[in-house]
């Protein structure tokens, strides 16, 4: 099983939108709506940000949203923020191995 | 809220085996809604699912690691623990534990992470 894979980076100035992208195929992200996102500021834990496709747990801004088509799921972040700026990963069950992580994307805000 | 805490030594010879605790607080490893799961993350690098296991005792393993790993529930101390045998350089790493919701496989809480540096 492989990792998802992600952009290795994406930049935005403040304000702005970004979306993330996370590809994997149709036994983990295309087969379930069982993906997750992660933020990680450095020398921090990683955050759960987006459950199951596009549900954000309480106290997520709500200029995190998710999505998915296909077998690629998206995080966006609306309105940048300069505390956006962090590593993001995705995640998602998968039949084969039971779960996989992407390989991250570090978000740059400007 | 549950809280998880690891616990083990930050410093493991080659060739020996990796072992780290995790304690829960703030609610029941015998809960029906969490797997309970441990992640590593390189220095510098991204993060790695090594395994997951619920109380009853049924394990996951990631396939590049489960010749080595083995994973454990002791319910009676509200811990789980992770066995990693016959590392080297490449396995230092900060070890996360982490709570994963059964119904939806997401990594809901994490532990602060330990630092394991393999090294003689």
């Known amino acids: 099983q492989s990792a998802l894979t992600q952009p290795a980076s994406v930049s935005g100035s403040p304000g702005q939108s970004i979306t993330i992208s996370c590809t994997g195929t149709?036994?983990?992200?295309?087969?379930?709506?069982?993906v997750s996102w992660y933020q990680q500021h450095p020398g921090k834990a990683p955050k759960l940000m987006i459950y199951?496709?596009?549900n954000r747990p309480s106290g997520v801004p709500d200029r995190f949203s998710g999505s998915k088509s296909g077998n690629t799921a998206s995080l966006t972040i609306s309105g940048l923020q300069a505390e956006d700026e962090a590593d993001y990963y995705c995640?998602?069950?998968?039949?084969?191995?039971?779960?996989?992580f992407g390989t991250g994307t570090k978000v740059t805000v400007l | 809220q549950l809280q998880l805490q690891e616990s083990g030594p930050g410093l493991v010879k080659p060739s020996e085996t990796l072992s780290l605790t995790c304690t829960v607080s703030g609610g029941s490893i015998s809960s029906s809604s969490y797997y309970w799961g441990w992640i590593r993350q390189p220095p510098g690098k991204g993060l790695e699912w090594i395994g997951s296991i619920y109380y009853s005792g049924s394990t996951y393993y990631n396939p590049s690691l489960k010749s080595r790993v083995t994973i454990s529930v002791d319910t009676s101390k509200n811990q789980f623990s992770l066995k990693l045998s016959s590392v080297t350089a490449a396995d230092t790493a900060v070890y996360y534990c982490a709570s994963q919701r059964r119904d939806g496989y997401n990594l809901w809480y994490w532990g602060q992470g330990t630092l394991v540096t393999v090294s003689s």
């Open positions: 149709s036994s983990d992200v295309g087969g379930y709506n069982y």
């Open positions: 199951e496709v596009s």
């Open positions: 995640s998602s069950y998968t039949s084969s191995t039971f779960y996989v």
